[in-house]
């Protein structure tokens, strides 16, 4: 169940799926994708799992489906290594556009697409450098403040630990929104996570299966904002 918030006056549906849906703009914003990944390690001779590009697909498909977005900002990352650019990664990135071409693709470039290179054009992916500007938000890839708007970024892979009754530690990934900047948990589901530490004024929604919950109790004070 998406959980929906108020940012700067624009209505965002924070998605259990990791992603965010901007309802004026219908657009589907999606940071970390890194598509490629299991492939590059296996392109190292690491055996890892196949069909996390496949799933994540799947995954995007049915929020396309779910929200009705006519387009997809991917906040950096969309492909994780050059090693990473196997025939069945581009395959399978090729098929879903083919499949979607309704859809427009835009990605902001992050650190990872420096490396990985643009994807092939036949994907219809409009590729540019940050920051996307468009009031009143500045969508980029690396967290921070930005005098033109509010920040809207991945990069971190932002996750918080919960607690049980019985002692048991959880880590969730999670949407983390300060005064200035949120970050947006990573779409891609062989990426990790990277614990946060937020302070009293931010706000922070676990994902928790198929929810999207603010968790009472959760905030302390760090050093960790997302807007230095």
């Given at each position: 169940m998406?959980?929906?918030?108020?940012?700067?006056?624009?209505?965002?549906?924070?998605?259990?799926?990791?992603a965010i849906f901007w309802e004026r703009s219908q657009t589907l914003l999606v940071a970390d994708a890194h598509?490629?990944?299991?492939?590059?390690f296996r392109a190292m001779s690491?055996?890892?799992?196949?069909?996390?590009?496949?799933?994540?697909?799947?995954?995007?498909?049915?929020?396309?489906?779910?929200?009705?977005?006519?387009?997809?900002?991917?906040?950096?990352?969309?492909?994780?290594?050059?090693?990473?650019?196997s025939p069945e990664t581009l395959a399978a990135l090729q098929g879903w556009h083919e499949a979607n071409q309704g859809?427009?693709?835009?990605?902001?470039?992050?650190n990872h697409d420096r490396h990985a290179g643009d994807p092939p054009p036949g994907l219809g992916v409009e590729c540019m450098d940050a920051p996307l500007v468009e009031s009143p938000f500045v969508m980029t890839h690396h967290p921070g403040r930005s005098a033109n708007g509010y920040v809207l970024a991945g990069h971190l892979h932002p996750g918080v630990p919960?607690?049980?009754?019985?002692?048991?530690?959880?880590?969730?990934?999670?949407?983390?929104?300060?005064?200035?900047?949120?970050?947006?948990?990573?779409?891609?589901?062989?990426?990790?996570?990277?614990?946060?530490?937020?302070?009293?004024?931010?706000?922070?929604?676990?994902?928790?299966?198929?929810?999207?919950?603010?968790?009472?109790?959760?905030?302390v004070d760090g050093p960790g904002s997302p807007a230095p």
């Open positions: 998406s959980l929906t918030i108020e940012v700067r006056g624009e209505r965002l549906a924070l998605l259990p799926d990791r598509f490629g990944k299991a492939a590059t690491i055996p890892v799992p196949r069909g996390t590009t496949m799933e994540g697909l799947a995954r995007l498909d049915a929020l396309v489906r779910q929200t009705g977005a006519s387009r997809i900002v991917f906040l950096g990352d969309f492909l994780h290594a050059r090693e990473g650019r859809v427009r693709l835009v990605l902001v470039r992050g919960l607690y049980g009754k019985a002692r048991q530690r959880e880590r969730l990934p999670c949407f983390w929104f300060s005064t200035e900047c949120a970050v947006l948990p990573a779409f891609g589901d062989f990426t990790g996570l990277a614990e946060i530490s937020p302070v009293e004024a931010d706000r922070v929604f676990v994902i928790a299966g198929t929810e999207v919950v603010e968790p009472a109790g959760l905030v």
